[in-house]
């Protein structure tokens, strides 16, 4: 049963000064992220943006917002063949846990200028 949809937008540009900043990354995204965006190269700011897409669309799919959450608790890690997932911790996963899911979907995409995410919860 689907428990929670959320979507959010980033403009893609919004994020260049954020990846010249590394005290701005550490305080939003994981190490597995940063490590991740800095692999890739042109894209990486694409790929940031749509990082911090998912996490504010995870806000909305909880229905909570993300108040009480901290953003580098939510993690998008890519799986070996590619497909993106969230990775929750600390203030993250009780947030999940308290609303009942117990399983995340997550899809990302981007273009020149704006980068999406869109994550589905549910509870099997």
Known sequence: MITGVGI???YVKRMERWRANSGL????FSSDEIDLVSSRGNGAVQALAAR???KEAFGKALGTGLSGIALKDIAVVSKK????????SGTAQKAFEKSGSNKAHISLSHER????AVVVLERA
């Open 81 to 88: 063949n590619g497909i993106p997932e969230i990775k929750l």
């Open 52 to 54: 911090f897409a998912a």
């Open 8 to 10: 959010d937008i980033v």
């Open 25 to 28: 990354l550490k305080k939003y």
């Open 113 to 116: 200028e704006n980068a999406v």
